[in-house]
C-alpha cells in the first residue's frame, strides 16, 4: 500500500487499531491517524482546541462562524486579516463542468471544508503528538462538503470518511512543477500529499462529478475554542462512557449519561473518539462531530455572548491563522459574503450526512470503506442536481421518481465461455455533461478480466452516452452480450442490437455518466419512497435534532 495513511502519537492516551474489546472492527480514526494520542495537556484551555479537533472542531467552528458572520471588525483589523490569509490554487486536476442554474437563473454554492494533520510547526507539532510524522506530506483527514442550494433555503453536507477507498487524479503540483501520477484504490485523505488541497477537490470531483467552488483548509494551530467562546456545546450520550479500553487506547473522554454542556480538553476528546461510540468505528465518531456541529450552530445562533467585539476579533484572528482558503475567495470579504448566505438558513434545513459507504473486501484492505454502490451515487446525484436531502421539495430539475424496473428480456441465444467473448469498451461518461471521469474503459475492461472475460479491450474511442449500454452487432452475439452484462450487474434492458450502419463491430460497452465509479453497476434502491430524502445509509442528521443522543460500546461504560 505504500507509506500508511495513518499515524502514531505519544501524547496521553491512543487511538490505534481496535484491540480488546473493541476488536471488532480495526478502522483507523477518523481525521486521527491510526495510533494517534488524543492529548491531554492541561495547558491554556482556550487554545488546547485542536487536537483532533484540528480538522473537525475547526470545520466545525468554521462552518459555525461562517453561518454566524462576524461583522463589525473595523477596517483597519480587516486589512490586517487580509494580510495573513492564506491561498492556494482551487483545482489541481481536469476542469470541472459549470453549475446548472435552476430555473430562476440562480446556481448553488459548493465548499469543501479539509481538516489537515500538517505538523509543520511547533504548535502543530504539540497539538498534534506523532514525533515520527514530523516533515511528513500532510493528510486530510477531515473532508465535508457544504453545498447550498440555489435558492439558498437549505445546506447539506456530505462527511466522506478519511479511510475511503478511491481513485486519485492525476494532480499538477504548480509549486514545485511537479505532475503527479493517478492513482487507483488509494485512501482519500492522501490526495491532500499530492500537490495540496487542490488535489483533494479533484478527488471528490472525480468521484461525484460535484462542481466545487471555493475549498478552506484548516491545520492544528490556531484553532478558537468556540465551544469555550459561547460557554460550552450541549453534547448526549445514552450510557455513562468512559473512552480507555485495557491497552490504554481512546480518547480518555469521560461524560455521565445524558446531556453535557462540553468545551475544551472535553470538547477536543469528543471530537476524537471512536473507542466507546456506537461500535468502535469512525463512522460512529463522524456521527458524533456531526452532532456537535449541529448543536454548535444552535448554540451561536442563540447565544448572545459572541456580540463582544473582542471576542470575535480573537475569534477571526485565530480563525485566518489557521485557514488555507481557495483563490478563489479573494479576501477577507469574500469569506464574509460566503458567511451572509448560510446564515439565512435555519437549523431544520441544515442536513449532515456521510458518503454511503460499505467495507472493502479487496484482501488486505478489509479495515477500509468504499462507496456504497446506488446508495453514494444517489446521494451525489442528489446534491448535483440540487435535490435537498431533507425531502422537504426539490430545488433542481431532477426529483426521485419512484418506478419499478420492466422485466428484463433473456435470450435464446446461449453464450460461449467468458474467455472467449471478445468485448470492446469504451468511457462515455461525460455523456451528462461533465468532463469524463478518467480511465474508467480500463477500470470495467479490468473487472471483465477478473470475471473470465480475457478477451475484454480498452479503448480511447470516444462516445458520451447519458446511460449505460451493451451493443451487439450480429443476433448470435446477443447471449454473449447478456452474458457481459450479467457479470457487471448492468440491467440486460441496456443490452441491445447495434442499428445497421452504426459502425458497431461484435460487443460494444459503453460506459455512461451513470457509472463513474466503481467495478460493479450501481443497483436501484430495492425499494423508492418518492420522498426525495437521502438514502438511510447516509446517516441523515437534521440541524434542529436536539434529542440526538450517542449509543455507548459495551465496555466502555462506568
Not at 47 to 64: D, F, N, P, Q
Not at 354 to 361: F, V
Amino acid at each position: 500500500m505504500g507509506r500508511s495513511s495513518t499515524r502514531e502519537g505519544a501524547r496521553g492516551g491512543v487511538e490505534g487499531p481496535a484491540s480488546g474489546h473493541a476488536q471488532a472492527h480495526s478502522r483507523a480514526p477518523e481525521g486521527a491517524r491510526s495510533g494517534r494520542t488524543d492529548g491531554k495537556t492541561r495547558k491554556s484551555r482556550k487554545k488546547v482546541k485542536s487536537g483532533k479537533i484540528r480538522a473537525l472542531r475547526w470545520t466545525a467552528s468554521v462552518l459555525s462562524l461562517l453561518i454566524l458572520g462576524t461583522a463589525g471588525a473595523g477596517y483597519l483589523y480587516y486589512e490586517y486579516l487580509n494580510g495573513k490569509l492564506k491561498k492556494d490554487e482551487l483545482n489541481l486536476g481536469q476542469d470541472m463542468a459549470d453549475h446548472k442554474p435552476n430555473a430562476a437563473g440562480q446556481t448553488p454554492l459548493n465548499i469543501l471544508l479539509i481538516g489537515s494533520d500538517a505538523r509543520n510547526s511547533k504548535e502543530n507539532q504539540r497539538l498534534g503528538g506523532a514525533k515520527k510524522t514530523y516533515g511528513n506530506a500532510p493528510l486530510a483527514d477531515v473532508q465535508m462538503l457544504v453545498h447550498l442550494s440555489a435558492d439558498r433555503s437549505n445546506i447539506s453536507v456530505i462527511s466522506m470518511p478519511r479511510d475511503t477507498m478511491l481513485d486519485i487524479p492525476e494532480c499538477r503540483d504548480p509549486k514545485k512543477d511537479k505532475t503527479n501520477p493517478a492513482s487507483t484504490f488509494t485512501q482519500t485523505n492522501q490526495s491532500l500529499g499530492r500537490g495540496g488541497p487542490g488535489c483533494t477537490v479533484a478527488t471528490w470531483y472525480k468521484l461525484t462529478g460535484i462542481r466545487i467552488d471555493h475549498f478552506i483548509m484548516l491545520d492544528f494551530a490556531g484553532v478558537v475554542s468556540m465551544a469555550d467562546a459561547i460557554g460550552g456545546v450541549p453534547v448526549c450520550v445514552e450510557e455513562n462512557v468512559h473512552s480507555l479500553n485495557s491497552k490504554g487506547e481512546g480518547s480518555h473522554l469521560k461524560l455521565k449519561k445524558g446531556t453535557t454542556s462540553i468545551k475544551g480538553e472535553e470538547a477536543l476528546q469528543w471530537l476524537r473518539t471512536r473507542y466507546g461510540f456506537g461500535d468502535g468505528t469512525d463512522l460512529y465518531r463522524a456521527r458524533a462531530q456531526h452532532m456537535y456541529m449541529n448543536s454548535m450552530v444552535r448554540e451561536l445562533r442563540k447565544n448572545a455572548k459572541l456580540t463582544d467585539p473582542n471576542k470575535l476579533r480573537k475569534l477571526a484572528n485565530a480563525a485566518v491563522d489557521s485557514l488555507t482558503v481557495s483563490k478563489t475567495i479573494e479576501d477577507v470579504k469574500g469569506l464574509l459574503d460566503i458567511g451572509n448566505s448560510l446564515k439565512s438558513v435555519p437549523t431544520e434545513r441544515i442536513t449532515m450526512t456521510t458518503m454511503p459507504n460499505e467495507y472493502s473486501t479487496r484482501p488486505g484492505f478489509q479495515g477500509k470503506v468504499v462507496p456504497k454502490p446506488g446508495d453514494a451515487e444517489q446521494l451525489f446525484q442528489m446534491v448535483r442536481d440540487d435535490v435537498p436531502l431533507d425531502g422537504r421539495g426539490t430545488t433542481g430539475k431532477a426529483k426521485p421518481k419512484p418506478s419499478t424496473p420492466p422485466a428484463e428480456p433473456t435470450s435464446g441465444d446461449p453464450a460461449a465461455p467468458a474467455d472467449q467473448i471478445q468485448v470492446r469498451v469504451q468511457n462515455g461518461t461525460d455523456g451528462d455533461g461533465a468532463p469524463a471521469a478518467r480511465g474508467r474503459a480500463g477500470e470495467i475492461t479490468a473487472a471483465l478480466g477478473a470475471k473470465g472475460f480475457t478477451q475484454a479491450v480498452a479503448t480511447s474511442v470516444k462516445n458520451p452516452r447519458q446511460k449505460t449500454i451493451v451493443r451487439y452487432e450480429t443476433n448470435d452475439l446477443e447471449g454473449d452480450a447478456q452474458a457481459v452484462a450479467k457479470a457487471l450487474g448492468i440491467p440486460l434492458t441496456a443490452v441491445k442490437k447495434a442499428a445497421p450502419g452504426s459502425g458497431t463491430s461484435g460487443i460494444t460497452l459503453v460506459v455512461g455518466a451513470d457509472w463513474r465509479t466503481g467495478d460493479a453497476f450501481p443497483q436501484p434502491k430495492p425499494k423508492a419512497t418518492g420522498d426525495g430524502k437521502a438514502p438511510e445509509s447516509a446517516k441523515p442528521l437534521a440541524g434542529d435534532d436536539e434529542g440526538a443522543c450517542m449509543p455507548i460500546q459495551p465496555g466502555f461504560t462506568w
